[in-house]
């Protein structure tokens, strides 16, 4: 049994079909990455998974059970949680105080249970020395590594990253590279969203491409990449070979 299974997902703005028929299966311990033009239906893709958006048709399964009809937070509590695009901290407290919050309400933490866990999260994300700063005081690359950690914290077992490394120099994207590929080793499954192909390439065993909110290609990174379809409609050019 795979441990997200989505099937024929529909979700209309409209006119506009963000998501028409998405399908796809996830299992335990995966890396998969999804590719895709701006417009695509990506962050769409992952708020319907999460239940910000209730979709218009199709399912989302989860451990063998539908969350389509569930709350975000309930959907939260079943053990999936996303980082977004734009971050999102609780802007006057402190980046410690955001991971405690995360700990408490996903698992049911008391403050002081949580302390430990999250110095465990901080130290490694490497946010640790601004552990005691306001969110809004650290840099783009910090609030990054918050917002994992404040999806870490959760306890999820499945993370959906929403361009977590955009917006990095070499040395912090090869940070965030390795950060997924610990992740995966301390049993955690990932879906990314990231437009960075060298991020896409070095971590993701399987890509899923969207275009106008339909699945055009899934496979392994060196067979979508080589796709002429998915070159037409997002790489631009051949970018590798089988």
């Given at each position: 049994m795979s441990l997200l299974a989505v099937r024929d997902l529909k979700?209309?703005?409209?006119?506009?079909?963000?998501?028409?028929?998405?399908?796809?299966?996830?299992?335990?311990?995966?890396?998969?990455?999804?590719?895709?033009?701006?417009?695509?239906?990506?962050?769409?893709?992952?708020?319907?998974?999460?239940?910000?958006?209730?979709?218009?048709?199709?399912?989302?399964?989860?451990?063998?059970?539908?969350?389509?009809?569930?709350?975000?937070?309930?959907?939260?509590?079943?053990?999936?949680?996303?980082?977004?695009?734009?971050?999102?901290?609780?802007?006057?407290?402190?980046?410690?105080?955001?991971?405690?919050?995360?700990?408490?309400?996903?698992?049911?933490?008391?403050?002081?249970?949580?302390?430990?866990?999250?110095?465990?999260?901080?130290?490694?994300?490497?946010?640790?020395?601004?552990?005691?700063?306001?969110?809004?005081?650290?840099?783009?690359?910090?609030?990054?590594?918050?917002?994992?950690?404040?999806?870490?914290?959760?306890?999820?077992?499945?993370?959906?990253?929403?361009?977590?490394?955009?917006?990095?120099?070499?040395?912090?994207?090869?940070?965030?590279?390795?950060?997924?590929?610990?992740?995966?080793?301390?049993?955690?499954?990932?879906?990314?969203?990231?437009?960075?192909?060298?991020?896409?390439?070095?971590?993701?065993?399987?890509?899923?491409?969207?275009?106008?909110?339909?699945?055009?290609?899934?496979?392994?990174?060196?067979?979508?990449?080589?796709?002429?379809?998915?070159?037409?409609?997002?790489?631009?050019?051949?970018?590798?070979?089988?």
């Amino acid at each position: 049994m795979s441990l997200l299974a989505v099937r024929d997902l529909k979700k209309n703005f409209g006119a506009l079909k963000a998501l028409n028929n998405v399908s796809f299966d996830l299992e335990e311990g995966e890396i998969v990455g999804i590719i895709g033009p701006n417009g695509a239906g990506k962050t769409t893709l992952f708020n319907v998974i999460v239940g910000i958006y209730r979709p218009d048709g199709g399912d989302v399964v989860f451990k063998g059970k539908s969350v389509r009809n569930l709350p975000p937070h309930r959907i939260c509590r079943t053990g999936i949680t996303k980082t977004s695009q734009v971050v999102h901290p609780f802007l006057t407290l402190t980046v410690k105080e955001n991971v405690l919050i995360a700990l408490m309400f996903g698992r049911n933490l008391t403050k002081k249970a949580s302390e430990s866990k999250a110095e465990e999260i901080m130290e490694f994300l490497n946010i640790a020395d601004v552990k005691d700063m306001r969110s809004t005081q650290v840099s783009l690359a910090k609030r990054r590594r918050l917002e994992l950690a404040r999806a870490l914290g959760t306890g999820a077992d499945l993370i959906l990253m929403d361009e977590n490394l955009a917006g990095l120099n070499p040395r912090e994207l090869e940070e965030g590279m390795e950060i997924i590929r610990e992740l995966k080793k301390r049993g955690k499954t990932l879906i990314i969203v990231e437009h960075i192909m060298q991020a896409i390439m070095g971590v993701c065993e399987r890509l899923i491409v969207l275009s106008y909110g339909e699945k055009i290609g899934e496979g392994l990174p060196v067979e979508v990449c080589s796709d002429d379809r998915v070159i037409q409609a997002y790489l631009g050019e051949k970018i590798c070979s089988v």
